[in-house]
């Protein structure tokens, strides 16, 4: 199945493993937040105990250092897509509050991004993502 939209998460490549999983799990619930229309229907196995829907299309996760997330975020934002952003510092707090202030203390050219991750259409994906291997 073909669809119109793709949802990217680009993380940087020198965290350690459980950073790596952690921000993945932030950026994506921050997509489905905004994207509710991407939730798919609740599961259910055959001996009918129900689980929760999940995202209803593929997430592509990219490896990045660095500069290489601070070039997806802008081309993200010079084509009017919103992002859901992970800092360094949001690592150092322990609380959905203090995760925003501690984005909102810094300005965008200083944040330390340790992730990001944006839906849009396919070709507009593709040119944020542009030269970005997919994370290993």
Same mark, same amino acid.
């Given at each position: 199945?073909?669809?119109?939209?793709?949802?990217?998460?680009?993380?940087? =490549?020198?965290?350690? !493993?459980?950073?790596?999983? &952690?921000?993945?799990?932030?950026? =994506?619930?921050?997509?489905?937040?905004?994207?509710?229309?991407?939730?798919?229907?609740?599961?259910?196995?055959?001996?009918?105990?129900?689980?929760?829907?999940?995202?209803?299309?593929?997430?592509?996760?990219?490896?990045? $250092?660095?500069?290489?997330? =601070?070039? !997806?975020? $802008?081309?993200?934002?010079?084509?009017?897509?919103?992002?859901?952003?992970? =800092?360094?510092?949001?690592?150092?707090?322990?609380?959905?509050?203090?995760?925003?202030?501690?984005?909102?203390?810094?300005?965008?050219? $200083?944040? &330390?991004?340790?992730?990001?991750?944006?839906?849009?259409?396919?070709?507009?994906? $593709?040119?944020?993502?542009?030269?970005?291997?997919?994370?290993?």
């Amino acid at each position: 199945m073909q669809f119109d939209t793709k949802i990217a998460v680009v993380i940087r =490549t020198d965290l350690q !493993a459980w950073q790596k999983f &952690n921000v993945a799990a932030f950026l =994506t619930s921050g997509i489905a937040a905004a994207f509710p229309e991407c939730i798919g229907e609740p599961y259910e196995d055959a001996s009918g105990t129900k689980y929760h829907a999940l995202i209803g299309q593929p997430i592509l996760i990219y490896g990045a $250092d660095g500069s290489a997330l =601070t070039r !997806a975020l $802008d081309r993200a934002l010079t084509r009017s897509v919103k992002p859901a952003v992970y =800092t360094e510092d949001m690592f150092k707090t322990t609380h959905d509050a203090a995760n925003r202030e501690a984005v909102r203390a810094v300005a965008r050219a $200083d944040l &330390n991004l340790v992730g990001l991750a944006v839906r849009a259409e396919r070709k507009v994906i $593709d040119k944020i993502v542009d030269g970005l291997k997919f994370h290993s």
